[in-house]
């Protein structure tokens, strides 16, 4: 049974840094990408970064790009999201997802409509 559970979720204030990490089990995801997403309350939840297994693709939101990272730890089988200079716009819930289909238009939320997903981790910002 796959299993993608997500921690690190937290209260921080603007400017501050938080790091989710996303753990998942139950088969092997490399070749496949896996991704982050948010939903603020009220709104769609929309694509946040995306990364390979292998790591030789990412991609990011033009909301993040440069304030946050997505990696991974093969070993560990754990996808994380290092947040930087958090707005109080960047609170949501956080989810991640594997996806196991090869990788294309991976910032289309559709393209994870058959994906597999976490719980969500709320973030947070106060201003």
């Known amino acids: 049974q796959v299993q993608l559970v997500e921690s690190g979720g937290g209260l921080v204030q603007a400017g501050g840094s938080l790091r989710l990490s996303c753990a998942a089990s139950g088969r092997a995801f490399s070749g496949y990408p896996m991704g982050w997403f948010r939903q603020a309350p009220g709104k769609e939840r929309e694509f946040v970064a995306a990364?390979?297994?292998?790591?030789?693709?990412?991609a990011y939101a033009d909301s993040v790009k440069g304030r946050f990272t997505i990696s991974r730890d093969i070993v560990k089988n754990t996808v994380f999201l290092q947040m930087s200079s958090l707005k109080p716009e960047d609170t949501a819930v956080y989810y991640c997802?594997?996806?196991?289909?090869?990788?294309?238009?991976?910032?289309?939320?559709?393209?994870?409509?058959?994906?597999?997903w976490g719980q969500g981790t709320q973030v947070t910002v106060s201003s």
């Open positions: 997802a594997a996806n196991l289909r090869p990788w294309r238009d991976v910032s289309k939320t559709d393209y994870w409509d058959e994906a597999y």
């Open positions: 990364t390979m297994w292998s790591g030789a693709d990412t």
